[in-house]
Structure formats: C-alpha cells, structure tokens
C-alpha cells in the first residue's frame, strides 16, 4: 500500500511569509504527528492529530498551528517564517495514537523548507 | 519529563565489525522502546521496538534488549555492512507523557 506522502518536496519560502506542508497517511491510519528536524536541536514533536482532534502540542511558538481533515490527511501551518524555521519537517502516520503501546509510526519523507 | 540519552556520534567502523550505540531513557511508567533508522535522503523508519522488560527487539541483524533496571536499550549488531550507513535514533514512548520523544541520533558511516 502507499506509504505517507509529503507535499511539497523543498520549499524556500522569504522571511515573514507563511507555509503550508501537507501530510497524506498511510490509508486507515487516523493519527497524523509533525516533527522539527534540525542539525542542532535533533527530532523535535510538534503536534499529533487523531481523528481531527489535536492530542499533544510541543513546545512550539503560536505561529506554528495544524489541522486534520475527515479523510486523514493533515496539513501543518508555519506563519510569519523566520531564518530559524529552516528545517526538514517530517509527518508520521500509525493506526492508534503513537503514545499506545507499541504502537509504529510510519515516516514521510519530509519536506525541506528554507527560510531566507 | 521523560527523556532519551543516545550514545553521541559519529560513528565510523570497518565492514563487518560489531556494533553498539547505546541508549538510555528516563520516563515515568513502564515505555515501549523503538529505534528507528534514518538513511541518506529519507524519512525514518521503524528498525525495531520492545513493549515489555526483558523483551528483545531484532530486525536485520540488529538487537536491543528492554532493561527496566538499567533504563537502557542499547542496538547491537555483530557484523555491519555498508548498508548499514545511516543515522540511528532511540525513541521511548510513554502514554503517560503523549508523545514520541526522540534521542539525538546517531550517525553511523561503514567502510569497505
């Protein structure tokens, strides 16, 4: 079956606009969850939707916001880009949420955005 | 909270020697244990896991033991190949904190 998919591949985007990253997961899986990836900070959470309510939410400025759709797919929302928004921003999609045990997310390949 | 200490990188080795990249968490509750394998250009996927003490995750030649009482769940490999290059992440989970929390990873090079 298809795997999770990441729309767009690579963005550059300008200091001040904003970003929308999509997230389409594996088909029946309801829970969606976001994660920084960054040189210097590692894997950071974001946020976990499941069934169109968010579960969790990292410790992430306001201006970093999400949503999930009935059919699954989520999008993630980054306003106001600044330099340090620069990132890899990978979603992961399971069948439960990913805090029940044992409990397998499944990566997207991400989509690399950069801020100048 | 809970927290993940992964072994710092990187890490380079010949072909066909062991492997260790040790882990340790601290987390309240009794967490599933993952590590994921991140390659060149790829999102991560799920190496292996253990949910319970003493249970041994393997998977392509990889293990890792689930010890409660050391709070460790160091990868192993006897035998690396080059394909085996990639950067390795340790991830506990635990209801109780409502998310994955990820290690800082750890880059692994083989050398023919």
């Known amino acids: 079956k298809a795997g999770v998919t990441q729309t767009p591949r690579y963005l550059i985007k300008t200091r001040g606009q904003q970003v929308t990253l999509s997230c389409s997961p594996i088909?029946?899986?309801?829970?969606v969850s976001w994660y920084q990836q960054t040189p210097g900070q590692g894997l950071q959470f974001l946020f976990e939707?499941?069934?169109?309510?968010?579960?969790n939410k990292g410790n992430f400025p306001g201006r970093f916001s999400g949503r999930q759709f009935s059919n699954s797919r989520s999008e993630m929302n980054v306003s106001t880009l600044e330099l340090g928004d620069s990132a890899l921003y990978l979603c992961?999609?399971?069948?439960?949420?990913?805090?029940?045990?044992?409990?397998?997310?499944?990566f997207g390949q991400g989509t690399r955005l950069t801020v100048v | 909270g809970d927290s993940v200490t992964q072994m710092e990188g990187p890490v380079t080795l010949s072909e066909e020697a062991f492997l260790t990249i040790n882990c340790t968490y601290t987390?309240?509750?009794?967490?599933?244990l993952f590590w994921y394998v991140q390659y060149p250009g790829e999102g991560l996927q799920l190496l292996l896991k253990?949910?319970?003490?003493?249970d041994k995750g393997s998977n392509k030649g990889f293990e890792a033991t689930y010890r409660k009482e050391t709070t460790s769940f160091h990868l192993e490999k006897g035998s690396v190949q080059v394909s085996d290059s990639a950067v390795y992440f340790c991830?506990?989970?635990?209801?109780?904190?409502?998310?994955?929390?990820f290690g800082t990873g750890t880059r692994l090079t083989i050398i023919p």
């Open positions: 992961a999609s399971s069948l439960e949420p990913i805090t029940v045990s044992g409990t397998e997310a499944f």
């Open positions: 088909s029946g899986h309801r829970s």
């Open positions: 939707y499941f069934s169109e309510t968010q579960r």
């Open positions: 987390a309240t509750g009794y967490p599933s």
């Open positions: 253990a949910t319970k003490a003493d």
């Open positions: 991830a506990p989970t635990n209801f109780g904190n409502e998310k994955l929390t």
